[in-house]
Nanobody, 123 residues
Framework: QVQLVESGGGLVQPGGSLRLSCAASGSIGNIYAMGWYRQASGKQRELVAR???????EYADSVKGRFTLSRDNAKNTVYLQMNSLKPEDTAVYYC?????????????????WGQGTLVTVSS
């Protein structure tokens, strides 16, 4: 099984910063992509930032210049540094990964999701 364990959400004032972490664990093989999505109340889930292990990185236009995605390959972990936070960044943030789930030598590629972590930007 694959687990994505998130941490780092919370309450922050406008203009503040938070860092989210997501670690992949379990019976995993290759990681093809990993990143963050978010879902605000009453809205659809949207991409925030995402790596592909082939080397590309993409960000939502609304977070470019404010959020930075980084990773630690040895720990199968990605980090989302969020600066200059705005009230409209308030949402549940979900870690997501395209990843191999392995049982012995047999692996299946799947989309895994974390449980979500709430980020609230408010004064």
């Amino acid at each position: 099984q694959v687990q994505l364990v998130e941490s780092g959400g919370g309450l922050v004032q406008p203009g503040g910063s938070l860092r989210l972490s997501c670690a992949a664990s379990g019976s995993i093989g290759n990681i093809y992509a990993m990143g963050w999505y978010r879902q605000a109340s009453g809205k659809q889930r949207e991409l925030v930032a995402r790596f592909t292990w082939a080397g590309s990185t993409e960000y939502a236009d609304s977070v470019k210049g404010r959020f930075t995605l980084s990773r630690d390959n040895a720990k199968n972990t990605v980090y989302l540094q969020m600066n200059s936070l705005k009230p409209e960044d308030t949402a549940v943030y979900y870690c997501s990964s395209e990843i191999d789930s392995c049982s012995g030598y047999v692996c299946s590629r799947l989309d895994a999701w974390g449980q979500g972590t709430l980020v609230t930007v408010s004064s």
